[in-house]
């Protein structure tokens, strides 16, 4: 089956980067991948002159999302790749959602910050509005990181929750590309877990059974970001996966002080699944 892939793009170096790490991580995959641009007026003080404006700004919008069609299309001679383009009047998290539901789209794939603060696009605010308010994983690469094959995945997880087998899926999906070895890696809070900890343990052992996995435990940091770049270097991790639901791990990062003023700085890029 044919994947659909959304490129939010603002032209900057950071959303063409992000595009040229899917394109390589999904190389040997048959994939629609679909550029996306928003355009908007805030604030014009009249109505005849806000329109005027945005058309220009949408005839421009258009020209650049062809010129990076084009582009896309000459530095990526693959078969398997297909690319089309979408310009939306709507707020970013808006655009985003409406066509991942009008068009099938099956991942996100993003950076992390646009070309300038002010544009606020994939600034850290806009990156968590996204992760918050999406049905759909998106996968967040950040600025200017080169493709690696990801080989190493790490799935931090508490325990405390039960995965459905459709919220493994996307984990599993991205391990077949590459053969990759699956890291589920335990915030050590108590020394043993209780009843229904073991049971979800057991249960996502299930899920995983036909691939290669290997348990880890870490301790307790007082911040978690620390405890995400300490064992993304411990164990030579390539990509972060983590689901994102009430009182989870990535819930926790993105309500850390630090993270609300500077955006979450992850060294490698990272998958965060829907609940």
């Not at 900057?12 to 995959?29: G, P, Q």
């Amino acid at each position: 089956m044919k994947r659909k892939i959304l490129l939010p793009t603002d032209f900057s170096d950071n959303a063409w980067n992000a595009a040229v790490y899917a394109l390589k991580l999904y190389t040997d995959e048959e994939c629609t991948f679909y550029f996306l641009n928003t355009v908007t007026v805030a604030g014009a003080p009249f109505e005849d002159l806000s329109n005027k404006l945005l058309k220009i700004m949408e005839e421009k919008a258009i020209k650049e999302l062809l010129d990076l069609k084009a582009l896309a299309e000459r530095g990526n001679a693959n078969a398997n790749h297909d690319f089309d383009i979408i310009l939306s009047t709507d707020h970013l998290t808006k655009a985003i959602m409406d066509t991942v539901k009008k068009q099938g789209i099956n991942l996100i794939i993003m950076g992390t910050k646009g070309a300038t603060a002010a544009q606020e696009f994939f600034f850290g605010s806009n990156t968590v509005r996204v992760i918050k308010n999406t049905n759909c994983p998106v996968l967040i690469v950040p600025e200017e990181y080169d493709f690696i094959e990801p080989k190493q995945i790490a799935f931090p997880t508490d325990y405390n929750r039960f995965y459905d087998i459709k919220e493994i899926k996307p984990l599993t999906q991205l391990a077949d590309l590459y053969d990759s070895k699956i890291r589920i890696v335990h915030i050590n809070v108590k020394k043993e877990l209780n009843d229904n900890q073991d049971y979800n343990l057991i249960t996502l052992q299930s899920y995983l059974k036909a691939y290669k996995y290997s348990l880890h435990w870490m301790p307790k940091y007082a911040k978690k970001v620390v405890e995400v770049n300490d064992f993304i270097e411990e164990l030579g991790i390539d990509i972060l996966v983590m689901i994102n639901y009430k009182h989870s791990f990535i819930e926790a990062i993105i309500k850390e002080p630090v993270i609300k003023k500077l955006g979450f700085q992850s060294k490698i890029p990272f998958l965060v699944i829907p609940e």
